[in-house]
């Protein structure tokens, strides 16, 4: 296990944190994970607000230490999140969950607009607005 000074990039903030890098898994202090995503470590799991996340049963060295630190790779990989790094561990980067982004997915519209097909009658997406369609672009460049 490394102590070193990484750079942890989410879609809040960047946020520079004392770590232990150990292979995949990155340990970081209670209070920097708190600070960095808003997860707090108590008696019932992981917490943010009213929501929390228990460690699984017979789990617990894989998410804390004896020292209080606690593995945000660990807790990322039960949450659906991406967590990875450079080659030389000094950065990491912090997805959002798979359930935020799945929740936005369902709400992103296309914006409108108008193309000819092979045949060049025009097409316009507002025409397909409930349905699922396929855009398959190409470009030489």
């Known amino acids: 296990m490394t102590d070193t000074t990484i750079t942890l990039l989410s879609d809040e903030a960047e946020f520079s944190l004392q770590a232990h890098v150990s292979g995949e898994d990155l340990w970081l202090s209670a209070s920097d994970l708190t ?10 799991g ?5 929501l929390c996340l228990p460690i699984p049963p017979g ?3 894989e998410f804390t230490r004896a020292d209080g630190s606690v593995n945000l790779a660990a807790l990322a990989r039960l949450r659906g999140q991406a967590l ?5 561990g000094a950065v990491w980067a912090l997805d959002s969950s798979t359930a935020a982004r799945s929740a936005t997915r369902t709400t992103i519209e296309a914006p409108d607009f108008t193309l ?6 025009m097409h316009s997406l507002h025409q ?5 369609v396929l855009l398959a672009s190409w470009a030489s460049w």
């Open 35 to 44: 600070r960095a995503t808003g997860w707090k470590l108590t008696r019932d």
């Open 128 to 132: 397909h607005r409930g349905k699922k």
């Open 116 to 121: 000819p097909d092979l045949s060049g009658r």
């Open 59 to 61: 789990r617990d060295a």
């Open 46 to 50: 992981f917490c943010q607000g009213p």
């Open 84 to 88: 990875v790094h450079d080659d030389s």
